[in-house]
């Protein structure tokens, strides 16, 4: 063998090792997580099995940012670029975040509870005024100012109003409602509403007991102070008061 000959041996030698490494790269970075992902990934491991997840969910969800790491870090992409910090994430994991439909329905319970109590409040202070000063109307109105009916009649007149702004809010998919569907929307409502409180008068005795009107004022005192904590604690805008 020449001396040419043995020189090139080492260097297509080298040159085949470049290429077998070259050849390998992509697979060994498409499997491995750089040490930075592997160790945000480690600590995302910590953080769940602290939580109350089942060990399929914990599971699922490391398999599934696994995979999207992988995917993305070949772009430069981070872990804490894509889900934040390790905190964030968890509390995202264990408490996501409700999809429209969802939230839609969550605020129209809390928007029929503040209206519910707000309607109760207002039963409270009137019929506690009026049993407070002891006027005629009091006793002809026994079954009316009755506990049970004025907590039936709040709870309807709550789920309904709430439904009416929901029904009177500008729909999302730019939809409008005539100003006639609205009217007569407002008008069935008050006179389903009215329906109720009728009903409910009628009921008297143990099962509607009166209460004395400074029982009736106290309540709604409280009641005043948990629908003040309610609006504050939800940010309830849609509410008649």
Excluded at 5 to 22: D, F
Excluded at 183 to 205: D, K, N, P, Y
Aim: glycine content about 8%; charged content about 20%; aromatic content about 8%.
């Amino acid at each position: 063998m020449s001396e040419s000959e043995t020189s090139k041996t080492p260097r297509n030698a080298a040159a085949g090792a470049k290429q077998a490494q070259a050849a390998e790269r992509p697979v060994h970075e498409a499997t491995e997580l750089t040490k930075r992902n592997a160790e945000y990934m480690r600590q995302m491991r910590k953080s769940l099995d602290a939580t109350a997840l089942s060990g399929e969910k914990k599971t699922a969800v490391l398999n599934e940012m696994t995979s999207t790491l992988l995917a993305e870090q070949g772009r430069g992409t981070t872990a804490r670029q894509l889900y934040g910090t390790v905190q964030e994430r968890t509390e995202e994991i264990v408490n996501p975040k409700k999809t429209p439909v969802e939230r839609q329905k969550a605020n129209y319970w809390v928007t029929a509870l503040d209206n519910g109590l707000m309607l109760f409040m207002i039963f409270c202070l009137m019929y506690g005024i009026m049993g407070f000063i002891g006027t005629n109307a009091t006793k002809n109105s026994a079954g009316a100012n009755g506990i049970t009916a004025i907590l039936i009649t709040s709870a309807i007149g709550g789920l309904g109003v709430a439904k009416l702004f929901e029904y009177l809010m500008p729909a999302k998919d730019g939809k409008k409602v005539s100003l006639w569907k609205k009217i007569a929307w407002s008008v069935l409502a008050i006179i389903v509403w009215m329906l109720v409180f009728t009903t409910m008068s009628m009921i008297q005795g143990p099962l509607n007991p009166v209460l004395p009107g400074i029982a009736y004022l106290i309540i709604a005192v409280v009641v005043f102070f948990a629908r003040m904590w309610l609006k504050r604690r939800f940010n309830i805008t849609t509410s008649m008061f």
